[in-house]
């Protein structure tokens, strides 16, 4: 049977304007703007929900936007879109590819921004079909893992309501038209991790009178690689990824220091700490046996909190998705090995309030059909992912991302 909450999304979204929110999405694409610097951005959707009749605040977090809609009793449902691009050169190609050199909207954030937007205009204009306040979040910094915490720091929740319930969704690389939903662990979190070698410098010829940070490094860096074959339990997963090294000016100077700069990911906090203490031990014995003047520096940088859906609430959000789009487009994939700063949006108070986030597929059915492979997962590994500079959506995507939203706050909103 058909809920009210999908028959009145259906009605609600029938009309969408599409030609105007391929026009707002392919603006957006070609203007993309780095974390905490999105004010293009952010001005734009700030103008279109105080049109849609939202009251709305700037400027939250640094750069976050916040539209509220009060419209009668009934609960507060929160939607929100990240806004922020990436420092990646483009190369998909596209008639409306970037035009900032070496910025991109490489994880979806255009995408998400443009069905939060269409989402919001819906259900404003329909707002005699449901009950209760929305808020609208178009929060900065997702990519650093700042913004969803600068705007609860910044008095989210004591200058509007507090949610009842948060929906937030991503694009993600798959066949267009598929809504991955898990109803719990669905993000692992996420560590930097940095590590500064201090050996002693000198002449490339007389390396016998030095202490050689890069070859330490080195030794480092593939000892590293144990910490997860050896080191944590294969129940558990876990990634160690080394995503930089940095050392030297010239061929024939052997330098004084060098940098590594690495990721990792996880699903407890136990195994984060054992892999975190595990880090420090190598890069201390590595350098101790090298024999470096001083000892390393380990410094632990961003970190993004694991993202864990209610599951009441996802399995709502997903028979309501399930009604609108087809049984047949709903899967589990399991627990992903990416990160998200939503949780943050979350905490209140001591308390978690309960969300559900979910995840929409949106490769261009062409590219899917000549990616190699016979399988799902084959494929997967194959087509242009977040943050790759061929990452490029399919524009048939923006009308159902916008019946996502729209059907899951009314599973809410409508009695």
């Given at each position: 049977?058909?809920?009210a909450?999908?028959r009145t999304?259906?009605d609600l ?8 929110l391929e ?7 070609r203007?993309?703007e ?5 004010h293009r951005?952010?001005a734009?959707l ?5 049109t849609?009749?939202?009251e ?5 977090g ?17 939607l929100?879109a990240?806004m922020d691009?990436?420092?990646?050169t ?6 409306y ?12 954030h255009?995408?998400h921004?443009t069905?939060l937007?269409g989402?919001?205009e819906?259900?404003a204009?329909g707002?005699d ?10 929060q900065?910094a997702?990519e650093?893992g700042q913004g969803?915490a600068?705007m609860t720091?910044?008095g989210?929740?004591e200058?509007f309501?507090r949610?009842d319930v948060l929906l937030a969704q991503?694009?993600?690389p ?6 991955a939903?898990s109803?719990g662990l669905i ?8 590590i500064?070698v201090?050996?002693?410098g000198?002449?490339g ?6 202490v050689d940070?890069v070859?330490?490094a ?10 997860v ?9 876990a ?6 090294i940095?050392a030297?000016?010239?061929h024939n100077i052997?330098?004084?220091e060098?940098?590594i700069?690495?990721?990792i990911r996880?699903?407890?906090e136990?195994?984060r ?5 595990a ?7 590595e350098?101790?046996t ?8 380990v410094?632990?940088g961003?970190t993004?909190p ?11 959000i997903a028979a309501?998705?399930?009604q609108?789009f087809?049984a047949a487009t ?5 627990p ?8 943050h949006?979350a905490?209140?108070?001591g308390?978690r309030?309960?969300y559900?986030?979910w995840f929409v ?5 062409d590219?899917?059909?000549?990616a ?6 084959d494929k997967?590994?194959?087509v242009p992912s977040?943050?790759?500079?061929h990452?490029?959506p399919?524009l048939s ?18 009695r």
């Amino acid at each position: 049977m058909t809920s009210a909450a999908a028959r009145t999304a259906r009605d609600l979204t029938a009309d969408l304007p599409v030609p105007a929110l391929e026009d707002l999405y392919q603006d957006l694409h070609r203007h993309p703007e780095l974390s905490l610097a999105e004010h293009r951005t952010a001005a734009g959707l700030a103008g279109r929900l105080r049109t849609a009749g939202y009251e709305t605040a700037e400027g939250v977090g640094g750069t976050g936007v916040v539209g509220m809609l009060r419209n009668g009793d009934g609960p507060t449902v929160l939607l929100r879109a990240d806004m922020d691009a990436l420092p990646v050169t483009e190369e998909t190609g596209l008639p409306y590819a970037s035009e900032h050199d070496g910025v991109m909207h490489a994880c979806g954030h255009d995408l998400h921004v443009t069905w939060l937007t269409g989402a919001a205009e819906a259900l404003a204009a329909g707002r005699d079909t449901w009950s209760g306040t929305l808020l609208v979040v178009g929060q900065p910094a997702e990519e650093t893992g700042q913004g969803a915490a600068l705007m609860t720091a910044d008095g989210l929740y004591e200058r509007f309501p507090r949610p009842d319930v948060l929906l937030a969704q991503h694009a993600v690389p798959g066949p267009a038209g598929l809504y991955a939903h898990s109803p719990g662990l669905i993000m692992s979190a996420s560590t930097d991790v940095d590590i500064v070698v201090h050996g002693r410098g000198g002449h490339g010829s007389r390396p016998e009178a030095t202490v050689d940070p890069v070859v330490t490094a080195a030794y480092l860096v593939t000892r590293l690689q144990t910490v997860v074959s050896r080191e944590i339990a294969a129940r558990e997963s876990a990634v160690l990824t080394v995503g930089r090294i940095e050392a030297g000016t010239r061929h024939n100077i052997i330098p004084s220091e060098a940098r590594i700069a690495l990721n990792i990911r996880t699903q407890s906090e136990e195994v984060r700490q054992r892999m975190i203490a595990a880090i420090r031990r190598i890069a201390a014995g590595e350098c101790r046996t090298a024999g470096c003047p001083r000892e390393p520096e380990v410094t632990v940088g961003n970190t993004f909190p694991v993202t864990v859906n209610d599951s009441e609430t996802d399995r709502r959000i997903a028979a309501v998705h399930g009604q609108v789009f087809g049984a047949a487009t709903i899967l589990d994939p399991g627990p992903a090995m990416g990160s998200e700063d939503f949780a943050h949006l979350a905490q209140h108070e001591g308390t978690r309030l309960p969300y559900s986030y979910w995840f929409v597929t949106c490769t261009p059915a062409d590219v899917w059909n000549a990616a190699p492979g016979t399988d799902l997962m084959d494929k997967f590994a194959a087509v242009p992912s977040n943050h790759s500079p061929h990452f490029a959506p399919d524009l048939s995507t923006l009308a159902p991302g916008v019946r996502t939203l729209v059907s899951g706050a009314l599973s809410y909103l409508v009695r």
